[in-house]
T-cell receptor, first 113, second 112 residues
Framework: GAVVSQHPSWVICKSGTSVKIECRSL??????MFWYRQFPKQSLMLMAT?????????EQGVEKDKFLINHASLTLSTLTVTSAHPEDSSFYIC?????????FGSGTRLTVV | AQSVTQPDIHITVSEGASLELRCNYS??????LFWYVQSPGQGLQLLLK??????LVQGIKGFEAEFKRSQSSFNLRKPSVHWSDAAEYFC??????????FGAGTTVTVRA
């Protein structure tokens, strides 16, 4: 079946630094990938839609200059949290589209100290 | 825009008992419907999906769901739960642009 690998699983960084999260579709190609943010005990909130070879589409209220998304190939999308602050601490999950179905990565726990 | 309501925030069920999780959706056209399960600190695993055809859908881990257009519902069921079914369950609806809207989730606790 379709597998999406997300790396790293967890990361701790200092306030003001940038962190990159990778999302790879291992056994299929994905024109579109999605990035979500999940707060504790809450549902997933879509941050942006990442399309291979073009600019990402961000949801309302998501700062595109803070959350940089690059989708350089059909199997890799990256999310870079720039100048991270403690309020950016969260669980970030990516997914890759395969028809109407999305396959999810295992998530990245980001803690900014 | 589509939306999903999961009326039950938390359900506790005894091991071996049946489980039903409710999901109501709002969408103007024929929806794509999904149930995902999430264990703590993990991503989401697809349990089952409905696109068209037979309204009773079988999924993994013994789960099934029934699409009822008249009630705008897509409830998830399992005849006999196992302790390993304790997790967070999310219902989601997708549109033609393949974006998903998730419900708030239902936490399932299984007691021995």
């Amino acid at each position: 079946g379709a597998v999406v690998s997300q790396h790293p699983s967890w990361v701790i960084c200092k306030s003001g630094t940038s962190v990159k999260i990778e999302c790879r579709s291992l056994d299929f190609q994905a024109t579109t990938m999605f990035w979500y943010r999940q707060f504790p005990k809450q549902s997933l909130m879509l941050m942006a839609t990442s399309n291979e070879g073009s600019k990402a589409t961000y949801e309302q209220g998501v700062e595109k200059d803070k959350f940089l998304i690059n989708h350089a190939s059909l199997t890799l999308s990256t999310l870079t949290v720039t100048s991270a602050h403690p309020e950016d601490s969260s669980f970030y999950i990516c997914s890759a589209e395969s028809g109407p179905t999305q396959t999810f990565g295992s998530g990245t726990r980001l803690t900014v100290v | 825009a589509q939306s999903v309501t999961q009326p039950d925030i938390h359900i506790t069920v005894s091991e071996g008992a049946s489980l039903e999780l409710r999901c109501n959706y709002s969408y103007g056209a024929t929806p794509y419907l999904f149930w995902y399960v999430q264990s703590p600190g993990q991503g989401l695993q697809l349990l089952l999906k409905y696109f068209s055809g037979d309204t009773l859908v079988q999924g993994i881990k013994g789960f099934e769901a029934e699409f009822k257009r008249s009630q705008s519902s897509f409830n998830l069921r399992k005849p006999s739960v196992h302790w390993s079914d304790a997790a967070e369950y999310f219902c989601a609806v997708g549109a033609n642009d393949y974006k998903l809207s998730f419900g708030a989730g239902t936490t399932v606790t299984v007691r021995a």
